[in-house]
C-alpha cells in the first residue's frame, strides 16, 4: 500500500511540473530578415566597411610609398638614417597589420550596434506573447533544435506582434 501511494505521488508530482512546462520555438534570423529596417542595416554596414577599407588602403599605399622611397634612396642614406627608416617601415607594417586585423572586429562590433534595437524589437513582442500564452521556455530554431512541434513555433506571432506583413506561403513553410 505504502509503495502504490509513492508511486501515485511521483506521477501527480511528474504531471504537475508537466503541466507547469511550455516550450516554444522562434526563428530570430527569419525575423529580422523580413524587418524593413534590415535594408538600412546592410547598407550602414556596407559604407562602414567601405571607411574601413578606404583607411586600409590609404595606409597601404603609405607603407609602399615609404617602401618605395627608402629602396630608391637606400643606398645614398647613412646607416642611422637608413635604420630609423627601417624601423619606421616595420612599424608601418605593424600597423598597416594591426588595422587590417581589427577592421573585422570593428565591423561586428557595429553589425552588433547595429542590430541590437532589431533584437531589442524583436525580445519586446515575445516577452507579450510568452506572458499572455504562459510559455516558460523558448528556443531559438537556429540553435541546434531538432524538433518542435508548428505549434509552438512563435516566429509569426512575433512577427504580427511588430507589424510585419507574412505572405500565405512563407506562414505555410514555417508552419504555422
Request: glycine share 2%.
Amino acid at each position: 500500500m505504502k509503495k502504490l501511494f509513492t508511486i501515485m505521488i511521483c506521477l501527480v508530482s511528474f504531471s504537475a511540473l508537466q503541466a507547469q512546462t511550455k516550450v516554444g520555438t522562434i526563428n530570430n534570423e527569419y525575423i529580422l530578415s523580413q524587418m524593413p529596417e534590415i535594408k538600412q542595416v546592410e547598407k550602414d554596414l556596407t559604407a562602414y566597411g567601405e571607411e574601413l577599407d578606404a583607411s586600409i588602403k590609404q595606409k597601404y599605399d603609405d607603407y609602399r610609398e615609404m617602401l618605395e622611397k627608402y629602396n630608391n634612396e637606400r643606398e645614398s642614406l647613412t646607416k642611422i638614417i637608413r635604420l630609423a627608416r627601417e624601423k619606421k617601415i616595420r612599424t608601418a607594417e605593424a600597423d598597416l597589420q594591426k588595422l587590417q586585423e581589427n577592421s573585422s572586429k570593428l565591423l561586428q562590433i557595429k553589425q552588433d550596434e547595429l542590430l541590437r534595437p532589431l533584437y531589442q524589437k524583436i525580445a519586446v513582442a515575445l516577452e507579450a506573447i510568452v506572458k499572455e500564452e504562459g510559455f516558460t521556455q523558448v528556443f531559438n530554431e537556429n540553435q541546434s533544435l531538432i524538433y518542435i512541434s508548428p505549434e509552438y513555433d512563435l516566429t509569426i506571432k512575433v512577427m504580427k506582434r511588430i507589424g510585419l506583413e507574412i505572405s500565405e506561403e512563407d506562414q505555410q513553410a514555417i508552419g504555422n
